[in-house]
C-alpha cells in the first residue's frame, strides 16, 4: 500500500489495546482512520477506545473494539465475521504477542506451545480470517516481530522461534498475496518502552539484559510513527531506530562480528556473576 493518505481507511489492530499497537492505533485515528482494535481484556480495550476517540478528525470516525483470543482460531474467524459487517479492513496489523525470557532449562513445553501459539499461531488466525475479504479490494498487512526475529539472542529461545517464524511466515504470503494486491510487510522493534517490556525484565536473564543494555530502548509513539511511515512507503522491513537497523545489516553481511560481541558481552557477565 504505497499511499500515504489513510483518511477513510479500515485499520485492524490486535494488540490494540496496549503499547505499540494503541499508539499507532491513536496515530492512525489522527490521520482520519476507522479503527478496530482486538485484545483479551475487555476492560483495556474500552480504555484504549475512550484514548483512540480522543484522536479522531473528526466524530464520525468509527473506534470499534471486540475482546478475542487470538490463539483460538475459531473465535478469531467469528469475530473478523462480524467486524467485516462495519468495514472490511484496508489494514491489518498484528501487534499482539508476549515474551517471558529465560534459560532454556527453566522454559517449559508448556511456555513454549503457548508463546508459538500467541506469536505466530495467532498471526496465522487473523490473516486466514481476514483473507478472504480484503482480496475483494486489496490492502496491507503488517506482521510485529523483533529484533529477535532475525537475531537470537541469549534467553529468547522460544520468543526467537517464533518471531523467526514471522519472517518466514510474511515473505511467502507477500509472495502468494501479490496477485491480490495486498502487500505484507514485517516490524521489527528493538526494545520498546511497554506494559509488556516491564514482564520480560521480571525473568530476563542477566545476559539477556547485558546485550538489551546496549541496543536502547525506544517508545511506544516513535515504534507507531515508523511503522506508520513504512506502511505508506510500502517497506517490507519496516525497523525503528538506528541501532535496530544497524544490528539487521550487521547480522547480514558480517554475522561472524555480531556473534562475537554478544558471546563476548556474555562471557563478561557471566564472569561477574561468578564473582
Given amino acids: 500500500m504505497k499511499n500515504s493518505s489513510f483518511e477513510g481507511k479500515n485499520v485492524y489492530i490486535f494488540g490494540g489495546s496496549s503499547g505499540i499497537g494503541l499508539a499507532a492505533a491513536q496515530q492512525f485515528a489522527g490521520l ?34 471486540m475482546p478475542v483470543d487470538i490463539s483460538d482460531n475459531q ?4 469475530v473478523i465475521n462480524s467486524s467485516v459487517e462495519t468495514g472490511i479492513p484496508d489494514i491489518l496489523i498484528n501487534c499482539a504477542g508476549r515474551a517471558y525470557p529465560d534459560h532454556f532449562e527453566a522454559i517449559t513445553y508448556e511456555q ?3 508463546t508459538m501459539k500467541i506469536n505466530l499461531f495467532g498471526i496465522w488466525n487473523t490473516i486466514a480470517a481476514a483473507l478472504p475479504h480484503m482480496k475483494k479490494k486489496g490492502g496491507a498487512i503488517v506482521n510485529t516481530s523483533s529484533v ?18 514471522i519472517l518466514g ?13 495486498i502487500s505484507v510487510s514485517v516490524l521489527c522493534p528493538p526494545d520498546t518502552r511497554t ?22 530502548i525506544l517508545e511506544s509513539d516513535q515504534v507507531a510513527k515508523e511503522l506508520i511511515k513504512g506502511i505508506g512507503k510500502g517497506k517490507k522491513m519496516i525497523i525503528p531506530g538506528f541501532d535496530a537497523k544497524l544490528t539487521y545489516y550487521l547480522k547480514r553481511w558480517c554475522p561472524g562480528l555480531v556473534e562475537f560481541v554478544m558471546d563476548r558481552t556474555i562471557l563478561k557477565t557471566q ?3 561468578q564473582k
Fill in 32 to 65: 482520519g482512520a476507522n479503527l478496530f482494535i482486538y485484545a483479551r481484556n475487555k476492560d483495556g480495550l474500552q480504555a484504549a477506545a475512550s484514548q483512540i476517540e480522543k484522536q479522531r478528525r473528526v466524530n464520525t470516525q468509527i473506534v470499534a473494539w
Fill in 75 to 78: 473465535e478469531v474467524t467469528r
Fill in 112 to 114: 513454549f506451545e503457548e
Fill in 148 to 165: 529477535v526475529g532475525y537475531i537470537g539472542v541469549f534467553g529468547y529461545t522460544d520468543y526467537a522461534a517464533s518471531k523467526f517464524g
Fill in 169 to 181: 511466515l510474511s515473505e511467502a504470503m507477500r509472495s502468494e498475496f501479490k496477485r491480490y494486491n
Fill in 195 to 216: 506494559a509488556g517490556f516491564e514482564v520480560e525484565n521480571q525473568t530476563k536473564p542477566e545476559e539477556t539484559k547485558a546485550i538489551s543494555e546496549s541496543g536502547g
Fill in 271 to 273: 564472569k561477574k556473576l
